[in-house]
């Protein structure tokens, strides 16, 4: 696939892909993320965090991804690259099926694809201030674009601690961890997603649609 930065481009086949759970810094927060995921009846983890392991194929850039039924949701993440022996930065969602996802979490992770944008930042340009970028995304619901999170990269484990799962594999990509969903983790088919430096004021969006297959039993 090919990302941009800034004026540049390089084509990437990204060989390992792992998905990172449970990620939040504040241990209450994290409580609360597995709370809400019990409320739709996924069972806890084991330990936190966790770090799975998806097949590489799951990674995209396209506009559309296709799911299997209606019960699907995006969530929006910083996405670590390591290729070329650099660390760079950008945004994914990590879609997950919510009703396999109360069955076996990691089973819902590997059925869904994991949209990236094409855009990517030198981790090292925002690894100083990397806890002050913006995560935002949003839902629509009834027509109707609903904020559905919204916080700093401070809410989560540091950039700088997860990117040691991936550092020593080249062409390697990671998804580190979301933010809780305001109102509550719920399926949605289409999702848009921005990861903001306030530092440089620029920022990375994604926009995504997932077209819904018929679940035939």
């Known amino acids: 696939m090919k990302f941009s930065i800034g004026s540049t481009q390089f084509d990437a086949v990204i060989g390992r892909l792992v998905v990172a759970g449970w990620t939040g810094r504040d241990q209450a927060a994290v409580q609360h993320h597995i709370d809400e995921l019990a409320e739709i009846g996924v069972a806890p983890p084991s330990t936190t965090p966790l770090f799975y392991q998806v097949s590489n194929g799951l990674l995209t850039q396209a506009d559309t991804v296709q799911v299997l039924g209606t019960a699907t949701s995006g969530e929006a993440e910083p996405f670590l690259v390591n290729h070329g022996g650099k660390l760079w930065l950008g945004l994914a969602s990590d879609h997950t099926d919510r009703k396999l996802e109360t069955i076996s979490v990691a089973a819902s992770k590997q059925v869904c694809a994991k949209v990236c944008a094409k855009t990517l930042w030198d981790f090292n340009q925002v690894r100083d201030h990397a806890d002050r970028l913006k995560l935002r995304s949003w839902i629509k619901e009834d027509g109707d674009w609903v904020l559905y999170q919204d916080g700093s990269l401070e ?10 799962h991936i550092e020593k594999t080249d062409n ?4 580190c961890g979301t933010l809780p969903a305001i109102g509550g983790v719920r399926p949605a088919a289409e999702f848009r997603a921005e990861l903001y ?6 920022r990375i969006e994604l926009r995504y649609e997932a077209i819904c297959l018929e679940d035939i039993s």
Do not use: W
């Not at 809410?155 to 040691?164: H, K, R, Y």
């Not at 430096?197 to 620029?202: C, K, L, M, N, Y």
């Open 155 to 164: 809410q989560i484990l540091p950039l700088a601690t997860l990117c040691a």
């Open 197 to 202: 430096d306030p530092v440089s004021d620029q």
């Open 172 to 175: 390697s990509a990671m998804l």
